[in-house]
């Protein structure tokens, strides 16, 4: 069975964007480069904030459609996607790519 694997790439951190408009928050983000998720259409795989996952999943589910090629050739590999999570103070690149 086909899943995607979900690759933690980059994790950057604007501190000044922090300090000047973001409310502070308890726990805002656990995610390390090299870590690595597993997603076989069917659950959020745990441990991959729920944020993270919404900006994914749409991306992950046509690849286990068979339906890459994103943006008409984007990607070298078309069973892949380079994407980043929603949050503007810590956002965080994932390489999404189709596996056995």
């Not at 589910?61 to 068979?66: D, E, I, M, T």
């Not at 999570?85 to 056995?100: A, M, Q, S, W």
Request: with cysteine; charged share 25%; aromatic share 12%.
């Amino acid at each position: 069975m086909k899943k995607v694997k979900i690759t933690v790439m980059k994790a950057a951190r604007y501190d000044d964007l922090i300090e000047k408009y973001e409310n502070p928050i308890p726990h805002p983000c656990d995610i390390n480069p090299g870590q690595v998720f597993f997603f076989d259409g069917k659950q959020k795989p745990e441990g991959l904030c729920e944020s993270a996952f919404e900006t994914l999943a749409p991306f992950a589910l046509s690849l286990l459609r068979g339906e890459g090629n994103f943006f008409d050739g984007w990607m070298k590999d078309a069973n892949s996607a380079m994407l980043s999570c929603n949050d503007g103070f810590r956002p965080v690149t994932f390489y999404l790519e189709l596996v056995d």
